[in-house]
């Protein structure tokens, strides 16, 4: 995806904070690595070694979908596809991509907000959350160097505005099927789109303490199609685990009685296990720090690697809606 990025914008005129954010892509390829402390998997951090899939090329549909696409158009950031226009109301330029916008919140989180496994799920999230963490992405007070950070620095109020909006207004779907084995297929972490995928002519390999995020089809992920979402392989026990923590912990308390938001606390039920499990390290480590995140530095603190792991696996098991 970084690759195509640069591919996509080389041609047009840099400014200055897009020239850098693109600098300093083009080195994190390379050096994209996650703090000692954290567990390398829930951060998606491509494998040094890269077996070949299969590429996306010429006209593309999705199925169920009256739409089609030439495959160089919508690769990159700027022009994400909108395969079903007529499940969501008419959407601002800051998110389908237009005129001066060259990181469209749809080419990541897609046009229903859902997003993939190294992304995350805004649908319905309320404006005001998501306002609040373009602002601490911004700050600096939530990290993450390679995507949201130099996004957040780019895009105006106005846009942020605009986005928050229209995702707020979505209904999110079940994405994600939590599936316990010890077992999984084998995977590794594709450079493109920084996805876990199945190995190729790969067997099963023990899954250890991690959880292990594939698409369900990789091609319809690849072209971001909505209708098309994860599994997420998690240790057997883990839901059942989760559920005894998420009582003892009281996350109800704050994020509603079925989970699905409260007030300044945000839906956990349905959210993928990765993209939670990322959150649940980063709130412990402090990458997710500052006076919003104040509520769950002493919920994150109590966590073993293992609670994070089933809390993670029991939440993206809940229903979204
Ligand atoms: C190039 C890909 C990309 C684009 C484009 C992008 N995002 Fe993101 N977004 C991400 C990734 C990756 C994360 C997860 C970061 C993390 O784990 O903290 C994320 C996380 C977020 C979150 C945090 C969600 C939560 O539940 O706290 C919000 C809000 C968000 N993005 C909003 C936006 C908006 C609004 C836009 C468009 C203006 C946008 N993003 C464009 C990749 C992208
Ligand atoms: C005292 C209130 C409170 C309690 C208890 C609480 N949370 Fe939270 N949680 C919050 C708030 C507020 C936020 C939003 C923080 C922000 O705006 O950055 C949040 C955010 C989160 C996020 C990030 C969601 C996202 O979309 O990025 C996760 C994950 C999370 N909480 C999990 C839990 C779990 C699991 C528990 C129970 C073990 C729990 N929380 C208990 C208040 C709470």
Same mark, same amino acid.
């Given at each position: 995806m970084i690759r195509r990025t640069l591919r996509n914008v080389s041609a047009v005129l840099l400014s200055g904070a897009a020239a850098l954010f693109l600098a300093r892509e083009a080195g994190a390829q390379q050096a994209l690595s996650v703090p000692a402390g954290l567990p390398d998997w829930a951060f998606n951090i491509p494998d040094k070694v890269q077996p070949a899939v299969f590429k996306v090329e010429g006209t593309i549909r999705a199925p169920g979908s009256a739409k089609e696409y030439e495959a160089a158009k919508i690769a990159g950031n700027a022009n994400p596809p909108d395969?079903?226009?007529?499940? $969501?109301?008419p959407a601002p330029k800051a998110v389908t991509?237009?005129?001066?916008?060259?990181?469209?919140?749809?080419?990541? $989180?897609l046009m229903s907000g859902q997003g993939h496994s190294e992304s995350a799920d805004i649908a319905g999230m309320p404006a005001a959350y998501i306002i609040r963490q373009m602002a601490n992405y911004k700050s600096g007070e939530r990290k993450d160097n390679e995507r949201m950070g130099p996004i957040a620095k780019i895009e105006s109020d106005e846009d942020v505005r605009a986005a928050a909006e229209y995702f707020s207004t979505l209904k999110p779907h079940v994405w994600v099927k939590v599936i316990e084995t010890a077992m999984p297929p084998t995977t590794f972490i594709a450079t493109a789109g920084r996805h876990r995928v199945l190995l190729p002519g790969g067997g099963t390999e023990p899954i250890g303490q991690r959880i292990l995020e594939v698409p369900e089809d990789p091609f319809r992920v690849e072209i971001r199609d909505p209708h098309s979402g994860f599994i997420a392989y998690v240790p057997p026990g883990s839901i059942a685990k989760g559920e005894a923590l998420a009582k003892a912990g009281r996350c109800a308390a704050c994020h509603g009685d079925t989970l699905k938001g409260k007030g300044e606390a945000p839906r956990l039920a349905g959210v993928q296990p990765l993209y939670l499990a990322r959150q649940l390290f980063d709130f412990r480590y402090g990458s997710r720090a500052g006076d919003a995140a104040a509520p769950m530095k002493p919920v994150a603190a109590g966590l073993t690697d293992d609670d994070i792991i089933a809390l993670s696996s029991y939440l993206g098991s809940l229903p979204p809606a």
């Open positions: 395969w079903f226009p007529d499940e $969501h109301p991509g237009g005129q001066g916008i060259r990181f469209a919140c749809g080419s990541c $989180h």
